[in-house]
Nanobody
Framework: QVTLVESGGGSVQAGGSLTLSCEVS????????MGWFRQTPGKEREGVAA???????RYVDSVKGRFTIAHDSAANRVILQIDSLKPEDTGMYYC????????????????????????WGQGTQVTVSS
């Protein structure tokens, strides 16, 4: 059973940075697509970044140039570095791993939130004040 545990959220002022970490356990497939999505009150869930086992990264347009995703194979973690935070980045951030049988459909931030496509963690809150 795949388990994802997020950490690193917090409250920061606009322009600040945060590093979110996702500890992954129980994922044994050498191929993967993992990433982060966020949920903001009053807005739709939004996939923000994804990384696959080839090291290819993809981002939603609103975070390009500010968010950096990486997979640390040695520690089995997925890291999301968030810089130049904006108030609109406020939300609950979730780590997600696409089920191996669904990898053939591709690895994009939006795939992370497709119904039934992935396993999620419990989330970590990011709050950005202006």
């Amino acid at each position: 059973q795949v388990t994802l545990v997020e950490s690193g959220g917090g409250s920061v002022q606009a322009g600040g940075s945060l590093t979110l970490s996702c500890e992954v356990s129980g994922y044994t497939n050498s191929l993967y697509c993992m990433g982060w999505f966020r949920q903001t009150p009053g807005k739709e869930r939004e996939g923000v970044a994804a990384v696959d086992s080839d090291g290819v990264t993809r981002y939603v347009d609103s975070v390009k140039g500010r968010f950096t995703i990486a997979h640390d194979s040695a520690a089995n973690r997925v890291i999301l570095q968030i810089d130049s935070l904006k108030p609109e980045d406020t939300g609950m951030y979730y780590c997600a791993a696409i089920h191996p049988y669904g990898l053939y459909l591709g690895c994009t931030p939006s795939r992370l939130i497709s119904p039934g496509a992935s396993t999620w963690g419990q989330g970590t809150q990011v709050t950005v004040s202006s």
